[in-house]
């Protein structure tokens, strides 16, 4: 049973900054690509960054420069450093794991939220 286990959200002030991690564990197959997805209300969920088990980055154009993904030697913890946080950033992040090239695993999502 894949598990994905997310921390690290919660409320900061504009400027601010946050670090999220995501452990997966139970996994039969290996993980092709971790990432982080976000959803605000009436929204859609959308792709803020991801890194591919080669280490190739994607982020989403509204974070880049101040989001950074990262994953940890064995590949199975995701990070994102989140800086200069602003409202707008405000959502329910999702861990998002894609093993081998179909199988893809959603975390239960973390909440952040930027308000002064």
């Known amino acids: 049973q894949v598990q994905l286990v997310e921390s690290g959200g919660g409320l900061v002030q504009p400027g601010g900054s946050l670090r999220l991690s995501c452990a997966a564990s139970?996994?039969?197959?290996?993980?092709?690509?971790m990432g982080w997805y976000r959803q605000s209300p009436g929204k859609e969920r959308e792709l803020v960054a991801s890194?591919?088990?080669?280490?190739?980055?994607n982020y989403a154009s509204s974070v880049k420069g101040r989001f950074t993904v990262s994953r940890d030697n064995a590949g199975s913890t995701v990070y994102m450093q989140m800086n200069s946080l602003k409202p707008e950033d405000t959502a329910v992040y999702y861990c998002h794991v894609l093993l081998a090239t179909e199988y893809n695993y959603w975390g239960r999502g973390t909440q952040v939220t930027v308000s002064s």
């Open positions: 890194i591919t088990n080669r280490g190739t980055t």
């Open positions: 139970g996994f039969f197959f290996s993980i092709n690509a």
